[in-house]
């Protein structure tokens, strides 16, 4: 039998949520449909957690809503854990704005399907981040071992820098989620191309989750654009353009897919082309950073 997992990707729109209380009933009725398609790993996109901002109209202003929203931290971590330790599920919540005593950052919070929690930070902030926003980037690389699969996360700009990506898949990941925020088109693409390719350098499937449509109560997030996605190495077993499943363009959905780990594996064995394996052979190749491997099978 082969060694499977059901993925969930959120093509995830923003509400103006008016408390605490309903943005958990918005994010429990998400999570509770992916569950109800078989869902196994649920991916919600970066910055999804803005829409905290509308509770007491913060979200007008640049530098209070990222406060708001980091404030809630606790809040947007007891409720992501509580629904994966209930569903048995991974959950990979949407990332926040987050002030620590070193900067501002950009993190999503990671949840095991017992309830181990985890997190991980932006490595690589884009300019509109960097200003005017004043966050930093991580430094950390993980790889999040589920039992039934290894998954590496990234954010958004970060999966277009191939290195990261190679990082992970040297660590075992074999599926790397690149939850995002896009306000153009020209964005979804290069964070959708980038996915992509990392699906063909590394022979790993890759999952996009952006967030889609405006949020005209909150400045930082008024315009999203994008559609959600789960891509293969274009290799025999999988489809030739490498795309297993796409949403439609700023509809909210999830996108899910049942995903082959063994005939991933195949591919990297015996497929049409060997990137993973060849990786080595390139001219110019340098030792990578290694990722932390952190188990989150236990409880939490």
């Known amino acids: 039998m082969s060694r499977t997992v059901t993925i969930a990707a959120a093509q995830y729109d923003y509400d103006e949520v008016a408390s605490v209380a309903a943005y958990r009933a918005k994010i429990t009725r998400w999570v509770e449909d992916a569950v109800g398609q078989g869902a196994q790993l649920l991916v919600f996109p970066e910055y999804a957690a803005m829409e905290l901002a509308a509770i007491g109209q913060k979200g007008r202003d ?18 992501h854990q509580e629904l994966a330790r209930k569903h048995g599920v991974m959950i990979v919540a949407g990332s926040a704005p987050c002030r620590l005593p070193g ?3 950009n993190i999503a919070q990671v949840f095991g399907p017992r309830g181990a929690a ?5 490595i690589m902030p884009t300019p509109w981040e960097r200003e005017p926003w004043h966050i930093s980037g991580g430094r ?12 590496g996360l990234l954010i958004c700009y ?7 990506s190679r990082a992970l898949a040297e660590a ?19 964070v959708r191309t980038g996915a992509a390719a990392r699906a063909l350098e590394n022979q790993v499937y890759t999952i996009h989750s952006p967030c889609v449509g405006t949020a005209p109560f909150c400045t930082a997030v008024e315009n999203n654009t994008g559609m959600a996605g789960i891509f293969a190495p274009p290799d025999r077993g ?27 594996a195949e591919v990297r064995a015996n497929g049409g082309v060997r990137t993973f394996a060849h990786w080595s052979e390139q001219p110019g190749v340098a030792p990578l950073p290694k990722a932390r491997v952190i188990d989150l099978t236990q409880a939490g």
């Open 118 to 122: 985890e997190s991980f930070t932006k």
């Open 140 to 151: 950390e690389l993980k790889v999040f071992d589920i039992g039934v699969a290894k998954v």
């Open 158 to 164: 970060d999966i277009e820098f191939p290195l990261l």
């Open 238 to 264: 999988f489809p030739p353009n490498g795309v297993i499943a796409l949403g439609e363009m700023n509809r909210p959905q999830w996108v899910t897919a049942k995903v082959d780990l063994d005939l991933l």
């Open 172 to 190: 075992g990941a074999e599926i790397i989620l690149a939850p995002s925020n896009t306000e153009t088109e020209w964005g979804y693409w290069r």
């Open 62 to 79: 640049l530098e209070g809503s990222i406060d708001a929203v980091s404030d809630l931290t606790p809040e947007i971590f007891a409720i």
């Open 103 to 105: 900067g501002t950052f």
